[in-house]
Structure formats: structure tokens, C-alpha cells
């Protein structure tokens, strides 16, 4: 008999190699390629002239049988949802280890079978004790919720396939099931994804819905869900690092909802409690008067967020200037940088920089370029920023400040919150619909003449 064809599977991005390699040439990452046995008996045979079922076909205009939307009652996890759960649908929920999936999920839960909605939460990480302990602690001891410990995947099938389905099941986490027809490890890349594979068809065969949280580890030894996020309908992943109390769970795929959708949460002593006001949180320790701090008024999905961006610029000696960066792009920092010295001549490649998202987000959207440039300047020039001004604009390689989407939310935002003024793309101007000041700029060179009006001494 032949032997099974040994395969190396990246257990990051589930990509399938021929021999064993150090690095990942798909993903990129390093010692994350496990060897796999396939199972023998699954090899694809031809259909041959047996026929199938025939499938039924409808149009669009079908209505939907049921409400569509579950909401959970903490608004911020909705709002990530796209507006709540949807039925029959898989929702991935990835993060660092640590960094809340179950506190969050146990409240959700919680809350939901308190409205008399049938919830299961399926534990393979955590003895019923220890739940039990958590959810006395997020207040939760009077809910309805089941609770169950397991982690073989035909257990868990025959329990629900047993009486009648739950409205939603939490799996926590996808790694620690296995299925014990395939011979890997529980964590692989083969049994996360059929376990996924099976509790998502249950999902829509039955109409539950089904919650998965998947971990995400740096060294690889356990299956990335990433590998889960093409199988799922809404990935959502948890966000913030550990030092700081925010936690930002944040849409990467929802079929159902738009994406970069954000909910901002508290990490507090009795669990997540939601921040329904990220701005005003995300500045209430600001300090206006100092040099090297800017205001972004940034989006995140449909949302305004302004958030504070720091700089600290120190001219330096040694051959290679440091360059820290926390919260933002550090290729993207460099063109800002680039750019500031060949199109204003500023001399920054000769200094350390070390720059600052306040609170622990991370920023990805181009329309910081304006306020990250401010907050280099305004710390170089020692300067500050004028009081009560918001910063948002994108810069280009020529030097240009580019208009950015959604000025008026933005602008909006800065108003509520009490600011007075927007420095922003000349192309935005928004004429008389808005009560800021507005200081608008076409060329990087204007806003290195606002802080440095005499050129740098
Ligand atoms: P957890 O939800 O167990 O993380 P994950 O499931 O993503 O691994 O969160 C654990 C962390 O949250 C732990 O470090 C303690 C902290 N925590 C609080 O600060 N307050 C709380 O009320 C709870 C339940 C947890
Ligand atoms: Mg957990």
C-alpha cells in the first residue's frame, strides 16, 4: 500500500508546502510550519454518472423569514456586529490571548439569556467553577445561560443535535476542540478547520448561531484563525494592548455589516463595560499646551474618533537615529518623514523620533499623515499646536495635502467635543456649514511655515 504523502502546513496561513522550511513563503512568518498526515481515505474520486439532488432556486425578492438581527444589549458589540447577530450566521472572534474574548462573549451571553433568548456557552479552556466564578464577578449569577466543558467535537454535535437547537452557541476556543476521526493535534490547522467546518454546517442547518473565538499566537505553535476567516461570515478582532484599560473589537469581514466598524470597550474590575464616547476618553488626559501633541480627527468605519497623536524629536548623533513608533505605521512614518525633509528641508532623517498613539488604538487610515506631520513639527519647532484644533489630511509624495472622506463627520465631531478650529486640505474647505475655524493648507510647506514662521534657526 502507498504511505500517506506527508504535507507541511503554515499554521498561520494555512498555506500547503512540499518539504519542511523555516519560513513561510506565503505569509512570511517563521517556524510555523507543522507536518500534517492527510487523511487516506478522503482522496477526491471522480462524480462518475451517479446524479445528484436537485437544488431548489429562488430570486432576491424572498423574504426573510425572521427578524433578522439578534441584538445583544451592549451596543458596542452590535455596532462591531454591523447591528447584532445575524441567524444560521458564524462569527469569528480572534485576539491575544488574555486580551477579553470571554469576558466579552460570557457578558453577551448573559445579557441575552436574560431576555429569554436559548444560549449556550461551550467552555474547552475553562473548569464550569471557573465560569461560574467569572460570571459572578460580571454580575451575571441569576442569567439563564447554559453552560457546558468540552472539547470533542462528536460530543458537542450529538449534545446539540439532541434537543432542540440554541439560538446562539459560543465555542471558546476553536483550538482546544478535536475531532477524533483526524489524527492531528487539537490547535492544528486540519482540526480547527474541520471542527469549524462542522459547527458552521450546523449552523446553517439549523439556524443557530454560532460564535467561535480563536486565539492568536505570535510563535505559531497553535493554528492562527486566520485560516477560519474565508469560512466564517463576520471576523471580528480584539483589539489593545494590555497595559492600557481600552479594548477595541473591530470588524474585518462582516457579510453582513460594513467593516472597520469599531466597539470601544473598558477593561474594569467587573468586566467590559462599554465607552459609548471614545473621544472624549481617548483626550481626557491630554495636556493641549505642550509641544508634539496633535489632535487627529480621525474615523474608524462610520464613526468619528479623535485622538490624541504625540512626538518627541531630539537631535541625535549616531549614525542611525532611533525611530519608535507605537500605534501607527512605521513605513508610513518614514514617508511623512521623507517627505517633510525633501519638500521643506526640515533635516528630520538626522534625528531620533519616537511617535505615540495616546491610549493604545491603532491607527491605519491616511488621513493622519496632516496631524502626525503637526505633532513632528510642532515638537520640533517647540511649538504647540494652536489650542482647541483638530488635525486630519493625507500627504502625498509630492508634498501636496490631499483631501480626505468624511470632513463634515469629522468636523462634526471636533465641535461636540468642544473644539474650535481644523487645520485640514485646502481642497475640503467646507464653506459656512461649520462653526470651526478653518485653517486650510495645500502644501506641507504651509504648515511647516504656521510652526516655523522664520525657518528653522
Ligand atoms: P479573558 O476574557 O479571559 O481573555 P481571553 O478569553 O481573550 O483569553 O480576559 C482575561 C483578562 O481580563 C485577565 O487578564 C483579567 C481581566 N479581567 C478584568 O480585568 N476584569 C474582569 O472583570 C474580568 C472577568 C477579567
Ligand atoms: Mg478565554
Redesign the pocket.
Known sequence: MARAKKSYVCSNCGAIHGRWQGKCEDCGGWNCITEEVPQTSGAPKGLSGKKGRIIEITGLDTPAEDTPRLKTGIDEFDRALGGGLVKASAVLIG????????????QAMGKLALTGVDCLYISG??ATAQIQM?AE??GLTGAPLKLATATNLRDILTTLDSGNPPRVVVI??IQTLYADHVESAPGTVSQVRICANELISYAKRKGTIVLL?G?VTKDGQIAGPRVLEHMVDTVLY?EGD?GH?FRILRAVKNRFGGTDEIGVFE??????SEVPNPSALFLSDRNSREPGSAVLAGMEGSRPVLLEIQALVARSSAANPRRAVVGWDSGRLAMVLAVLDQRAGLGLAGCDIYLNVAGGLKVSEPAADLAVAAALISSLAQVPVPDETVVFGEISLSGDIRSVSQAGARMKEAEKLGFSGAMMPSSQKLAGSSALSQQSMARVTELVDFFLPGGLS
Open positions: 485576539g491575544d490571548p488574555g486580551i477579553g474574548k470571554s469576558t466579552i462573549l460570557l479552556e475553562e467569572r464577578r460580571l471558546d476556543s473565538v486565539h480584539f494590555r484599560q477593561m474594569t474590575g467587573a468586566g467590559l
